[in-house]
């Protein structure tokens, strides 16, 4: 018997992204953005779009479902973050920050 | 002319691994892993290393050296999350923690 390496793809995805979620799922139900740099998630988000390009190139599912999961979750973040960030910017801050 | 389609990986993995540092520096360095979650980590760690099994299994170096120096990183700070939590247990508490 053989285990598929395929199926190595397959874990290595879930578990990275499940790494993921709980900071993801935090975030978008806060919005609090506070303590996340946006030079490193838009870092990360283009990272991970780049890899998710890399994947449909190679035609590798493993690759394409573990970072479209992650895409759409840190794109959402990002936006969230750079929302934030120009409300701040423009003087809408919130009562924490003032 | 056609931009080499496994440039697109190296730029990823160069990407999201940089995202990876400031966070992995400043860990190393204070060793403060309060705000880390060991479950999480632990996940993010042994994800990590499957990506670099299936690297090495699709004979790609662009996959295999981005989570190479992530592994390197994650199961440094890894190690240090699990000898915080042991000495936390064992009643070694730092005054923060009293």
Redo the contacts between chains.
């Keep these: 018997m053989t285990i598929t390496?395929k199926i190595?793809?397959y874990?290595?995805?879930?578990?990275?992204?499940?790494?993921?979620l709980?900071q993801a799922i935090m975030t978008l139900k806060t919005r609090d953005t506070e303590s996340l740099?946006l030079g490193?998630?838009a870092?990360?988000t283009?990272?991970?779009l780049?890899?998710l390009?890399?994947g449909i190139?190679?035609d590798?599912v493993?690759?394409i479902y573990a970072n479209a999961i992650t895409l759409i979750l840190a794109s959402s973040i990002l936006c969230i973050k750079v929302y934030n960030t120009l409300m701040h910017k423009t003087g809408r801050v919130s009562s924490n920050e003032q």
């Design positions: 390496p190595i793809g874990v290595a995805g879930t578990l990275t992204t499940i790494s993921f709980p740099s490193m998630y870092t990360f283009i990272g991970v780049l890899w390009v890399y190139y190679l590798d493993a690759i």
